[in-house]
């Protein structure tokens, strides 16, 4: 977890738009700071969206999110 | 007074919220994914709410893999023509509408295909006790109506599968959904076709399924998704596999304006198993129900002796404004099985709105016609 630099952006890609609602429930639900925002297409030539959110919170995002068994990437920003 | 009657066909009225949660999308518009501006992903919300309140009344936890179609017919078309079969034999209950009936007629003279009836009872219930006795392993899918849209049957699925094992289940719950209790994961059963605009009180054109293992089951709509666009298979993963294509979303709305805003029942059971046997109390009328009262729905059906089913339909509404269904119901393997084929019967299916006074006054118009064409 020390990757994650607490000074850092974070962006949470998904395979599907039902992860990414089910995932930002979630996040808004812990308080965190987070936007819905395109995917970057140097990560992916997709047209969906994504969910950044801020270096403090990812860890902990990471970690509610494989306890729900959500497939997801994390990228730096 | 509430005179509409043929809630199986569609159910009316809707709640006033169905109108007003599409009236909300048409003014704010937005698409499902594709997209990451606010418009779309609450459009995109509206839609996974809605998928989790469906499988709420699904009864199940796999959320993703409830699946939005058009209606129960486009969803159990993909179910029964995707899936892979390796015997070719098929058992469907005896009171199957021609959502089931027609792709097996079509994938029997297309693919040899062969389809047979699952051991019954005269009103259509399957028997237990023959299922048990029947040898099931070479058969590769077993179909069942939950609710049969002529004499309202409420099939024992828990029980059905309990015997079937692990051979696949397809459970149609058109009439039922909404209406009648379903545990999907409880009772196992392993897909189930939906519609959104009769028990559930949605708007058409919205429906789906539900299916415990993707794999068993080729997609048949193929297009975009908005997810691994780079390449051109659909994704394996559920939604995404079967929902190709933009999605009635305005109907997903309609819908979800629906579940939240469900009708509690306003008759009483007392009246409406009043209504069934003073109707069966008149000469010369077969009525169409179960044999126990603890299998029948809200839906039952009746065939006049010596009259004419489009008559005393066409009679019933010129003379009381009562709107029903009069024929086969598109259910031509179920008036069989009731030996009313080909003549048909005269369909009546409440609905929550409905009250007391409504079913009385039914009675009291059915007994008019009736009366009126004895005397002729």
Known sequence: MSDYSPNSRF??????????????????????DYQIVPVPSNISSECGMCIEVDGKSIAETKIELENINIFHNIYPI | MNLYFDNASTSFPKPQEVGEFINTYLNQGGTYGRAAYPRVFEASKMVEETRFMLSKY?????????????????????????????????????????????????????????YQTLPHDDDGLINLDKLKSLKLNDIDLIIVNHVSNVNGLIQPLKDIKRIIGEIPFIVDASQSLGKVPVLADEWGIDMLAFTGHKGLNGPTGIGGFFIRNPKLVEPMIYGGTGSNSEKLVLPKF???????????????????????????????????????????????????????????????????????????????????????????????????????????????????????????????????????????
């Open chain 1, 11 to 32: 962006i949470i890609v998904f395979i599907s738009i039902h992860d990414v609602i089910k995932s930002e429930r979630l996040i808004k639900e812990k308080g965190f």
């Open chain 2, 58 to 114: 699904i009864g199940t936890s796999l959320v993703d893999n409830v699946i939005f179609t058009f209606n129960s017919t486009s969803a159990l078309n993909t179910l029964i023509q995707g899936f892979s079969y390796k015997y070719k034999k098929i058992l469907i209950s005896p009171l199957e509408h021609n959502a089931v009936g027609r792709p097996l007629e079509f994938m029997k003279v297309s693919q040899g295909v062969n």
């Open chain 2, 238 to 376: 559920c939604p995404d596999r079967f929902e190709a294509g933009t999605q009635n979303i305005m109907g997903i709305y309609g819908l979800l304006g629906a579940l939240k805003n469900q009708p509690k029942i306003k008759y009483t059971i007392d009246a409406y198993y009043l209504l069934l046997q003073r109707i069966k109390e008149l000469s010369d009328i077969k009525m169409l129900i179960s044999n126990s009262l603890e299998n029948q729905s809200d839906v039952f059906s009746i065939q006049p002796n010596n009259v004419e089913v489009s008559l005393f339909t066409k009679l019933l509404y010129d003379i009381h404004k009562i709107e029903v269904r009069g024929g086969l119901q598109c259910s031509p393997l179920t008036h069989i099985t009731l030996d009313t084929f080909p003549k048909g019967a005269i369909r009546f299916s409440l609905s929550n709105f409905h009250t007391d006074s409504d079913l009385n006054h039914l009675l009291s118009c059915i007994i008019d016609i009736h009366e009126r064409l004895q005397s002729k």
